[in-house]
């Protein structure tokens, strides 16, 4: 299997796992508020993220003196800061609204890949790109009545935006600064500051730390995820992972069949059809890009 399937195969895992994210973290919440499971969700990627640096880098978590910076950027904005967006504004607008935003994330990367990475996409990746973004608002709005019943433009909107667009400037920070950095240990930092920061918050704040089976589960299926996930940024393109990752909505409407009262629905079935075949077109051999950056 070459370098590219191999990086199909981990973002599809890490988009399995972004599925599974919600289910726990809905869980956790019955016995702990968002800041307690935030902490205790970055402990718990950070130890996993450790293990995996020690089963399959010795456990080196050396790194250069100038990579620094970008693994604070990337803990900063990609964890606290957008993370933390992103769950507050849940408590602003509609779920399908916060999904519908996040799914402009392959947008973004698109345009920074271009810009910042000089990528050139083929015409098979921009076909693919837009398929499996009509395949993500297909299977996320269920039904042409959902789809016409949104609304967009409030504050809590703007917020899941800033939350996207930070996300998508830390997968292009990895991709140009980090691709030669073990996933494990970037994963380890990432969390190692996000962890720090909630942790201080949490003693400022008194607030006591309370700890359950699910919270620890939402660790591991992040830890999984995010190391998944940058494995896959070190060998496919980043506008492909990133559109790649709307196979999400995929995962969760399969996992809604083992949900009583929760059906699979036509508009859903479309979204899937197409999801698997823009898969396909991402995961075709390079050939020459359709447009390619030419720096001054």
């Known amino acids: 299997m070459n370098a590219k399937k191999i990086g199909v195969v981990a973002v599809l895992g890490s988009s399995m796992m972004w599925a599974l994210e919600p289910l726990a973290a809905k869980a956790a919440y019955r016995g702990a508020d968002f800041l307690e499971m935030s902490a205790v969700r970055a402990i718990v990627v950070m130890a996993a993220a450790w293990g995996y640096a020690m089963l399959t880098n010795r456990g080196d978590l050396r790194v250069r003196k100038g990579q620094i910076p970008r693994l604070a950027y990337i803990g900063l904005a990609g964890t606290v800061i957008a993370d933390t967006l992103y769950f507050f504004a849940l408590t602003k607008v509609p779920v399908i609204n916060a999904v519908l935003i996040a799914h402009m994330q392959p947008i973004f990367i698109v345009l920074f890949g271009f810009v910042v990475l000089h990528e050139g996409l083929t015409r098979c990746d921009y076909c693919g790109i837009g398929i499996m973004v009509i395949s993500g608002l297909l ?11 949104i609304r967009l433009g409030s504050a809590g909107d ?7 667009v ?7 920070t990895m991709r140009k600064y980090l691709r030669e950095v073990h996933s494990g240990v970037i994963t380890f930092y990432r969390y190692l500051i996000a962890s720090a920061v909630f942790t201080i918050y949490l003693v400022w704040s008194d607030g006591a730390l309370r700890v359950n089976v699910y919270q620890v589960a939402v660790g591991v299926i992040s830890a999984t995820g995010t190391i998944l996930y940058y494995e896959a940024m070190k060998r496919v393109k980043a506008a492909q992972v990133a559109a790649l990752e709307l196979s ?3 995962f969760a409407a ?3 069949l083992f949900v009583p009262a929760e059906t699979v629905t036509g508009m859903q079935i479309v979204g899937i059809v197409l999801l698997l075949w823009g898969v396909g077109l991402l995961s075709r051999a390079e050939t020459k890009p359709a447009i390619t950056f030419i720096a001054d």
């Not at 299977?139 to 019943?149: A, G, K």
């Not at 703007?158 to 996207?164: H, K, M, N």
């Not at 930070?166 to 292009?172: E, K, N």
Request: hydrophobic share 60%; glycine share 0%; proline share 3%.
């Open 166 to 172: 930070l996300w998508a400037t830390t997968a292009i």
């Open 158 to 164: 703007l917020y899941v935006l800033a939350a996207t």
């Open 248 to 250: 999400t909505p995929l």
């Open 254 to 256: 399969v996992l809604v």
């Open 139 to 149: 299977v996320t709005t269920r039904t042409w009545d959902n789809m016409v019943q």
